[in-house]
């Protein structure tokens, strides 16, 4: 069974790799390109995995950090990141791996009490945080004219939540 | 003109919204172009209904034209009712007659008609040699009740009709029955299909969605779904399991299809199994009986949600074949056994 381990291969120059693992694809594209517009001091690529373990044939960078995506609408999400976890090495959660726990918003929808999501994250030392994915509204100006309101669909806000009781990175 | 009558005409008009108002009156075909222009359709509605009242008043209609009226605006807003489905066979050995129209309406109308005193039958043809049939119960005292009908579409060359819900249980084996002796066949059976989107119900029992073999160029569509996955992704953005997505890609076509899938509301399983458990000494475990469950999946578009779940990471694919299995077996209410 290959096991993700942090230092088994030499750092790219100037480049980060960070790995979200989910199962909703549309989820974990939107979170991509939301990250990908911000600005970062290195080169940032993206693998977007649905679980553990990764495909062995493929050449692929060191991963630099592993964000597991919770929805905490489904249970099938949480049985899949806890079962992707078997195959991350100890070493890695020496402050390389976080939570992301989404859909706190609508409490009626959530299958799965956030607390299980906080426990998951202090059994794995990590932090864990709560967010939900909104879609930004563009105001537009035309000269004369009153402001057009128009939803940019590609333009997402990440907006966090309270976290409760996380424990700090690292040893 | 009757009160009730006129009431009957006021009450069906006001239902139908400005927007329609023409194109239903037309469809209806019993005023003419001329008495139409003459109405002023730009006033408020309780007024126009008035006009239009009178104009039926002096052309002296009749409860049946209004019936029919009734029908047209049921045809253009069919989604208000929920539709069952009623599948009749004909005996072993039966010849296949030659079906008449006209035959078929006498029949039906005389069966209902000999059982109940008070019924009003009304008919309107419809493409695909169906006809659309209203019917007002009424009681050996009463006159029918205009404001309570049922529907039902009858399409003469297959042995299915569809009948709106029925608040009279008990005239529907009578419904049946006339069905099934005016169009010359044997038996009737309700199936276990219901929906309020006509045309879906149609073409599930039809077998009409998924014509993939319809289009020659069937492979154009695909190729651009290809093409789609790689114009979305950054060169930044890598997919790990982009095999295991294709996988699903894959095993969803073949069982859904390429095209849209027809309209459900619902999916009702209900289960009447024992209980099994992991852990020996359960309590439920032990029950003879078996345990009673009602599951009902509800959406505004079931079978496209269905369709969707595993593409979304919701759900493994293959999908369950309970699921599946709704639009092949005809079927939306589903009892299950232990066998």
Not at chain 1, 41 to 56: G, N
Not at chain 2, 12 to 36: C, N, V
Not at chain 2, 106 to 130: C, G, H, P, T, Y
Not at chain 2, 233 to 238: A, G, K, L, V, Y
Request: aromatic share 10%; with cysteine; hydrophobic share 40%.
């Amino acid at each position: 069974m290959s096991v993700l381990r942090p230092l088994d291969k030499q750092p790219g120059l100037n480049t980060a790799t960070i790995l979200l693992v989910g199962t909703e694809d549309a989820l974990l594209q939107q979170l991509a390109d939301a990250m990908l517009k911000e600005d970062c001091a290195s080169e940032l690529k993206i693998h977007l995995a649905r679980s553990l373990p990764l495909p062995s044939d493929v050449n692929r960078p060191r991963i630099d950090l592993i964000m597991f995506v919770v929805n905490l609408h489904s249970k099938y999400s949480l049985q899949n990141v806890e079962e992707s976890l078997r195959h991350v090495d100890a070493t890695f959660f020496l402050g390389k791996v976080g939570f992301l726990a989404m859909g706190a918003g609508q409490e009626s929808h959530c299958s799965i009490h956030r607390n299980t999501v906080t426990k998951l994250a202090n059994t794995y030392r990590s932090p864990v945080f709560f967010c939900d994915l909104e879609e930004s509204q563009v105001t537009r100006f035309f000269r004369g004219q009153a402001p057009a309101h128009t939803t940019d669909a590609n333009r997402t806000r990440l907006s966090p939540w309270p976290v409760p009781d996380t424990c700090p990175p690292g040893p | 003109m009757d009160e009730t009558v006129a009431e009957f005409f006021k009450r069906t008009i006001l239902k139908i919204p400005m927007t329609e108002m023409m194109t239903i009156l037309k469809a209806w075909d019993f005023l003419s172009e001329k008495q139409l222009q003459n109405v002023n359709f730009q006033q408020r509605k309780e007024s126009l209904v008035q006009d239009l009242v009178l104009l039926c008043e002096k052309k002296r209609a009749s409860v049946h034209d209004a019936a029919l009226l009734d029908i047209v605006y049921t045809q253009f807003h069919r989604h208000r009712k929920v539709w069952d489905v009623f599948q009749m066979s004909k005996g072993p050995g039966e010849d296949i007659d030659l079906f008449d129209m006209e035959q078929f309406k006498s029949s039906f109308k005389k069966i209902l008609q000999r059982a109940l005193k008070n019924v009003m039958v009304s008919f309107r043809d419809a493409e695909e040699n169906a006809v659309w049939i209203r019917i007002a119960w009424g009681t050996q005292y009463r006159k029918p009740n205009q404001y309570k009908p049922v529907y039902v579409v009858y399409y003469s060359q297959t042995p299915y009709a569809f009948t709106s819900s029925c608040p009279l249980r008990s005239n529907i084996p009578l419904l049946g029955q006339a069905l099934t002796v005016a169009s010359n066949h044997h038996k009737i059976v309700k199936m276990d299909l219901r929906s309020r989107y006509l045309d879906s119900l149609k073409a599930i029992v039809f077998k009409q969605y998924n014509q993939t073999f319809e289009t020659y160029n069937s492979t154009t569509p695909l190729q651009e779904k290809s093409l789609e996955l790689d114009i979305h992704m950054d060169s930044r953005i890598i997919h790990e399991n982009r095999i295991e997505k294709e996988r699903v890609q894959r095993v969803t076509q073949e069982t859904f299809g390429d095209y849209s899938q027809p309209r459900l509301e619902f999916a009702q399983y209900k289960l009447e199994t024992k209980f099994k458990s992991d852990f020996n000494g359960d309590i439920l475990a032990e029950r003879k009986e078996p345990l009673r469950c009602l599951i009902k999946f509800s959406s505004p578009h079931l079978l496209e949600a269905l369709k969707s779940l595993a593409p979304a990471g919701i759900a493994d694919a293959p999908l369950s074949p309970l699921l599946t299995c709704i639009p092949n077996k005809g079927m939306n209410y589903f009892k299950i056994k232990d066998k």
